[in-house]
Every structure is written in structure tokens, then in C-alpha cells.
């Protein structure tokens, strides 16, 4: 082996080596990084999951809100629909018959590509609005009033 190969080999197995130390380094930060968002991740699925279980199982009416003002935040609120559908029918919380309505209807409002609402799910909408209405909920009980006074504003 001549002078100048032995040169080469040296500056290869350098850069070698350097090539696996700043792999390994990489490779660690990378690591340590997701490793927090995995914890963080965690943490937040077991905070959401005793959420959860809370509303479905017990019917917490403040893991209900949580939840709520959680997905009121999210670009899709009607996310929400079956919380708030197990609340109103499991649980016979009062403002949570008028979050289905709210749910069901905003689908559309907020999508107008999907045009008019169709008629069951209107059926389905104004069932969770009415109910709402005569367990006292105030929104429910607007809306109601808006929807009758524009309907016999028609006739």
C-alpha cells in the first residue's frame, strides 16, 4: 500500500467514525425529543380518557364541560356530537340536548359544499332542540322561538 492509500484510509475511517458519532448524536436528540411529546402525548390520552369515562360512565357534568370547551376550540366542534348525545339521553343533562342540535345542524352551516340539511337529520335535530327546550335550557329555548317566529314570518 502506497504512502497516499494509507493517507485516504486514514481520512475514511475518520470521517467514518465522525459519521457515527453525529449519527448517534442525531439519532439521541431525536430521541429525547419524541420521547417528551410521547410523554406529553400520554399524559394527555390518560387525562382525556378519565374524561371520557367520567361522562360516559358517570355522566360528570365537569369532565362534560371540559370535554366541551376542549372541542369548541378544535376546527370541528361536531366532533362533539356523541358526548354531548350521550349526556342528553344517558344522563338527561339539559344543555347538552341543545349541544346535538347544535352539533347536527352546524355540520351543514359550516360545510356548504354538503348544501341544505336533509330532513332526518333535521327530524333528528329538532328532536334534541325541543327536548332541550322543555328541560329549560335558555339557548334551547331562543333557538326554538327564532325557528317558530321565521316559520310563521313565511306563512
Do not use: W
Not at 458519532?21 to 402525548?41: D, E, P, Q, R
Not at 378519565?50 to 360528570?60: F, R
Not at 371540559?66 to 362533539?80: I, V
Not at 354531548?84 to 352546524?106: F, K, Q
Amino acid at each position: 500500500m502506497t504512502k497516499m492509500n494509507k493517507h485516504i484510509k486514514k481520512i475514511m475511517t475518520g470521517f467514518v467514525v465522525l459519521l457515527i458519532i453525529a449519527s448517534c448524536l442525531f439519532f439521541s436528540i431525536c430521541a429525547l425529543i419524541l420521547g417528551n411529546n410521547i410523554g406529553s402525548y400520554r399524559y394527555r390520552y390518560e387525562a382525556y380518557s378519565t374524561l371520557t369515562a367520567k361522562l360516559i360512565i358517570y355522566g360528570d357534568i365537569n369532565s362534560y364541560k371540559e370535554m366541551k370547551a376542549e372541542y369548541d376550540t378544535m376546527a370541528h366542534p361536531q366532533e362533539f356530537l356523541y358526548y354531548s348525545i350521550v349526556m342528553a339521553l344517558e344522563h338527561d343533562y339539559a344543555p347538552a340536548y341543545y349541544d346535538a342540535y347544535h352539533a347536527l345542524t352546524s355540520i351543514f352551516t359550516d360545510n356548504p359544499t354538503l348544501g341544505k340539511i336533509d330532513d332526518k337529520t333535521k327530524e333528528e335535530a329538532m328532536y334534541f332542540l325541543r327536548l332541550g327546550a322543555q328541560k329549560g335550557d335558555k339557548r334551547a329555548q331562543q333557538e326554538l322561538k327564532r325557528i317558530n317566529n321565521n316559520s310563521n314570518a313565511v306563512e
